[in-house]
Structures are given as C-alpha cells and as structure tokens.
C-alpha cells in the first residue's frame, strides 16, 4: 500500500524529482527498524524558475568638452590692433579699420589675407599682386596706424616722437626667374601732409614720402631712407615729394633668413634710430632729419611685396607689435 502510493506520487512529480525517490526508496528498503504503517516523509524539492537575463542597459559614457588652454593647447599673437587699419590686395584696394578689424579671425574678407597661425602665435599677412594704392604699383596686405581709431586725420611729429617695436618673421617668399628672393617691406615711418601744406603747394591728397622702409632682402634686413636732394630748398618746397630722394641705405649684416627677429624703430626731434634684435642699431642724425620734421607721420606694419611678378606671394608672421608716443 505504501509502496502504491509512492508510486502514484511520483507520476506527479517531473523529471527532478525522480533522484530523490530512488534515494528514500532505497533507504526504505534497508532499513529493518521501520514501521510498515509508518508514513514515509519525502523532502520537499525546491524548483527554481529559470529567470532570463537580461543584458544590463547600455550606460551612456559622458564626453568631457576638450578645454583648451592659451599657450598650452594653441597660441594667438600679442597684438592690439585698435589703432590700426589695414590695407588689402583687393577691390580698389579694399580697407579694414577699427573696430571692425577686431574681428578679423571671423571676416571674411580678411581671413586670406590676414589670420592667426595658432601653432606658434603669430598674426599671418600674405599678399601676392593684386590691387595696389593710388601712389604704388604692388599689392600689399599692410598694417596702418591710426591714433585715433577709424580716422586718419591724426598723426605725430617727430619732435613729438614715436617708438614702434616688433617681432616677426618671413617664413614664406617666393623666387623670380632668376632664383633670387623677391622681396618685401615690412615696416615703415610714412610722411603725410597737413590740410593747410596740401592747399599750400596745390596737391589733391595729403600723401608725403615715406622718412623710413625697412625690407626683408634675400634673408637679410635693408633699411633705407630719404634726404633732400637741395639742403637749401624752401620749407615750401621741402613739402614736395619730387624734394626728396631715396639715400644709399643700409643692410645689416646678420643673416635673418626664415628665423624669428625683432626690430624697433625710435623717432624723435631731429632723429631716427633702427634696431635689430636689441644689438644692431644704426643711428640717423643730421640736417635731413632736421628738415623732415615739417611733415606729419604714421607708423606701418605687415607685407607689403615689391613685385609684380605672377605667381609671386609672400607671407609676413607678426609674433608681437607695440607702438607707443
């Protein structure tokens, strides 16, 4: 009877619990002690679902913005151009003057001809023959002073004084035919005329003679300057610009090639000095600078290439530039 009903019970159960049967069986049939009429205890078995896992959710990682950090990551030029306006190989030719030069790095007019290399710091200026002023026949993208922004109706005197100092770079010029640099000019001290001289010797605009040019030639440094070719001549007639002739200039002797340098230029009564890389000054002293402190001036800066050859370009990298009075 007991034996019957084990075995109706295990037609109840399922495949796992058939081990255990045959494990009390076999303990029922070896035990002599055991009671016939006692009821035999079949241990509770326990049958755990099988639960389906479940891929965990996809944790979406965080990307941390790149912070970039000035003069680790990227570097931009130490130069306030707020007084300054620049002139462009193009249009007729086209102009940039504050405050809308600030933005240079967004114009886009100015970005060709005008932008940062953020690699090393530098304010690029690249030109190449284009458009050129009304008393020029190169292209240049150039840098203006302007004392006060937008206008160009306020200058200085030499007794008045001016300093301007920079750090650059020719990193980039091309060749002619003959495998010779082409050359560039890359500062100057340009004379302009006052309203009254412009009505007093008939002239229809108030441009006088650049005092100063400073070249980047075949890698070296050339300055050249004007003097009187009649010491004797008039104040009216110093005030023409055919009084003026160019002197013999003067190269420096160190080589500059592509390299980084500085040059400064110090003006005031009745002298002009020029300085490259804080050790090489040349000093200008005499009856010319006496003479040319009628005029008024304005301080330039940037590449202004002295060809016109095609094909021709050059870039100018300005690292640093301050002009003070």
């Not at 034996?3 to 255990?20: A, D, G, T």
């Not at 030029?77 to 030069?101: A, F, H, M, R, Y």
């Not at 050129?132 to 007794?159: D, K």
């Amino acid at each position: 009877m007991i034996l019957n009903k084990i075995i109706e019970v295990s037609k109840q159960m399922n495949y796992q619990f058939i081990i255990v049967f045959s494990v009390v069986i076999s303990m029922y049939s070896c035990s002599n002690d055991s009671d016939v009429n006692e009821p035999v205890v079949i241990p509770e078995v326990i049958v755990e679902e099988e639960v389906e896992e479940t891929p965990e959710a996809e944790v979406e990682e965080e990307v941390e913005e790149e912070v970039r950090v000035e003069g680790v990551d990227f570097f931009l030029p130490n130069i306030n151009l707020s007084n300054w306006k620049v002139t462009l190989p193009i249009g007729s030719p086209d102009e940039v003057e504050p405050p809308q030069i600030l933005d240079y790095a967004t114009n886009e007019k100015l970005m060709p001809y005008m932008y940062n290399d953020s690699t090393d710091g530098s304010l690029v200026f690249y030109t190449s023959p284009g458009s050129s002023t009304a008393n020029s026949s190169y292209s240049r993208t150039e840098l203006r002073e302007q004392m006060v922004p937008g206008s160009n109706s306020t200058n200085w005197t030499f007794a008045e004084g001016g300093r301007m100092k920079g750090t650059l770079s020719v990193p980039e010029i091309t060749t002619d035919a003959s495998g010779d640099y082409h050359r560039t000019m890359v500062m100057q001290i340009h004379g302009r005329l006052t309203n009254a001289q412009r009505d007093l010797i008939g002239e229809n605009d108030n441009n006088a003679p650049p005092i100063l040019k400073i070249y980047w030639q075949n890698g070296k440094i050339r300055v050249k300057t004007k003097v009187l070719k009649n010491i004797n001549a008039s104040d009216e007639e110093i005030l023409h610009t055919d009084a003026w002739g160019d002197d013999e200039g003067y190269t420096f002797p160190d080589e500059i090639g592509t390299d980084i340098f500085t040059f400064e230029i110090i003006a005031s009564n009745g002298k002009m000095e020029v300085i490259l890389n804080e050790t090489e000054s040349v000093v200008y002293e005499d009856i010319h600078m006496e003479k040319w402190g009628v005029f008024e001036n304005y301080f330039k800066a940037g590449n202004y290439l002295q060809t016109l050859d095609a094909g021709a370009s050059a870039k100018v990298k300005y690292y640093e530039l301050e002009v003070t009075h």
